[in-house]
């Protein structure tokens, strides 16, 4: 009995390796003359997925300084084929009709909801969503933002344990108010948001996506009119309530980019006397250079986000730093991820240091830096966002004296967690301690 079982495994084993050989064998045999190199990994079919998934940032480095900036990692069965010169996107961005993004939109928003929008309909919400995000709606948003966090800093603010913390729940509280109006109660949907917060970077788990279901939920029973806020101007053009649902899915989703962008900019400006300096003298003006500056930097050294597209048919692009031609093929995945650039000696004077002045001396449209992506895709947020984050930064500085304790070099560090899906969050929270300025705003 015991040798039948060990002959009918080994005739598993060889059928499956014969499978899988053939597998290998068929994505490596058409590969053409001008293609990147492809690592494959040596678990078949998942390829490099796991390597990938499990440390993105260090097999990115790894598989950049073994292929240069154009290389094709094999991951799930598919090909995915990876830019790091940042030179080379707007090429990229401008080659929309074969390289798209809507469809791998489409698929990742299913991943994070298990709901499939109909065809097309993607492109119809961002096309609302961009119109509804128009310079004037942006500005009243903005506002709004900036009486609602005004209104809870003049009141006793909750003891946090930390910076982190601190920041999530008064940015949460305050954006979430001022785009659905005062109806909203926040506080009821903090907790799900915040656990959300923690796991959507893992797309398709199932934790991410009952929880942004119940968020969604929750705001939608809290506001069945949508009265107030924002969201009158957007939904003039009446969505059918599933496309709400996904409409306010990416406006909360947005939020955990701009939180730990809030973050990280009022930390990294306190920790550096230079820059607190000349933001606090700033702060007394109508001369905001300081700050943006600062928002700038502050994006540089801790947003991941990528830019992704989907080859519609075979097609080529030139690298610029090269002069070399890649092709890829009809369904190939390609992602330009420009963290890299945001690193390198030869264009930042201090590469891995906050330094504000590094926008300040530099003209920003020659630099390797686009944090909000480019093309069809350009993040329709940016401006909001910067707007945000400077108000939070202005009136946490103005109200108070924010005294952070026990700085050390592990308080500088991220969490690469959420590397390549936006904005990393700290590894380590930072006590502080919050004294009221006598001054009158
Ligand atoms: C610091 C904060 C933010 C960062 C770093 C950021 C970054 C990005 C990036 C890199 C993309 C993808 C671009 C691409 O694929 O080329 C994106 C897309 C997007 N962002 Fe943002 N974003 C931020 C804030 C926001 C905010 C506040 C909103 C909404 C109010 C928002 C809404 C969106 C939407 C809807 C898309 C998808 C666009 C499309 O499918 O065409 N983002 N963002």
């Known amino acids: 009995m015991d040798s039948l079982v060990q002959l009918i495994t080994l005739a598993c084993l060889l059928v499956a390796w014969h499978f899988i050989t053939l597998a290998r064998k068929t994505s490596k045999r058409s590969k053409g003359a001008s293609e990147p190199p492809v690592e494959y990994g040596w678990i078949p079919f998942i390829g490099m997925g796991l390597n990938y998934i499990l440390d993105t940032k260090r097999t990115l480095d790894k598989m950049n300084k073994k292929y240069g900036d154009c290389f094709t990692l094999y991951m799930g069965g598919q090909r995915v084929t990876f830019i790091m010169d940042h030179a080379s996107f707007a090429g990229i961005w401008k080659n929309k009709d074969n390289?798209?993004?809507?469809?791998?939109?489409?698929?990742?928003?299913?991943?994070?909801?298990?709901?499939?929008?109909?065809?097309?309909?993607?492109?119809?919400?961002?096309?609302?969503?961009?119109?509804?995000?128009?310079?004037?709606?942006?500005?009243?948003t903005a506002r709004s933002f900036q009486s609602h966090l005004f209104k809870?800093?003049?009141?006793?603010?909750?003891?946090?344990?930390?910076?982190?913390?601190f920041t999530s729940e008064l940015f949460f509280h305050s954006s979430i108010k001022a785009f659905y109006g005062e109806v909203i109660d926040?506080?009821?949907?903090?907790?799900?948001?915040?656990?959300?917060?923690?796991?959507?970077?893992?797309?398709?788990?199932?934790?991410?996506?009952?929880?942004?279901?119940?968020?969604?939920?929750?705001?939608?029973s809290q506001v069945?009119?949508?009265?107030?806020?924002?969201?009158?101007?957007?939904?003039h053009e009446r969505l059918p309530a599933r496309a709400l649902n996904d409409f306010l899915l990416i406006f909360i989703g947005a939020n955990s980019n701009t939180i730990a962008a809030n973050y990280w900019a009022l930390f990294f400006i306190l920790s550096d006397k230079d820059a607190a300096t000349a933001v606090r003298s700033e702060l007394e003006s109508i001369k905001y250079n300081s700050p943006k500056l600062?928002?700038?930097?502050?994006?540089?050294?801790?947003?991941?986000?990528?830019?992704?597209?989907?080859a519609e048919k075979n097609c080529e692009f030139t690298l610029q730093k090269t002069g070399k031609v890649f092709?890829?093929?009809k369904g190939d995945t390609?992602?330009?991820?420009?963290?890299?650039?945001?690193?390198?000696?030869?264009?930042?004077?201090?590469?891995r240091q906050f330094n504000y002045k590094h926008f300040l001396e530099n003209d920003v449209r020659k630099l390797p830096f686009s944090p909000f992506g480019g093309g069809i895709s350009l993040c329709p947020g940016r401006i909001l966002a910067r707007m945000e984050?400077?108000?939070?930064?202005?009136?946490?500085?103005?109200?108070?004296?924010v005294t952070l304790e026990n700085v050390t070099k592990d308080s500088f560090e991220p969490d690469m967690a959420r590397f390549a899906f936006g904005f990393l969050e700290p590894k380590n929270e930072v006590k502080f301690s919050l004294k009221r300025r006598d001054v009158e705003v």
Do not use: C
């Open 99 to 140: 390289l798209t993004f809507e469809g791998l939109a489409e698929e990742m928003l299913a991943k994070a909801t298990n709901h499939r929008v109909a065809p097309g309909h993607y492109h119809a919400m961002i096309t609302l969503e961009r119109k509804a995000l128009n310079l004037a709606n942006v500005t009243a």
């Open 152 to 165: 809870v800093l003049k009141s006793a603010m909750p003891v946090h344990p930390g910076l982190y913390q």
């Open 186 to 220: 926040p506080s009821q949907l903090f907790d799900d948001f915040r656990k959300f917060d923690k796991t959507h970077w893992k797309l398709s788990s199932k934790a991410a996506q009952t929880l942004m279901m119940k968020i969604t939920n929750n705001l939608l």
């Open 224 to 235: 069945p009119t949508l009265q107030s806020g924002l969201t009158p101007s957007i939904f």
């Open 294 to 310: 600062s928002i700038s930097e502050t994006i540089r050294m801790r947003s991941s986000s990528q830019s992704t597209r989907l």
């Open 327 to 329: 092709s890829v093929r």
């Open 334 to 351: 390609v992602i330009l991820d420009g963290s890299k650039d945001l690193f390198d000696e030869a264009v930042w004077e201090t590469p």
């Open 389 to 401: 984050i400077t108000i939070f930064v202005a009136e946490m500085m103005r109200e108070f004296d």
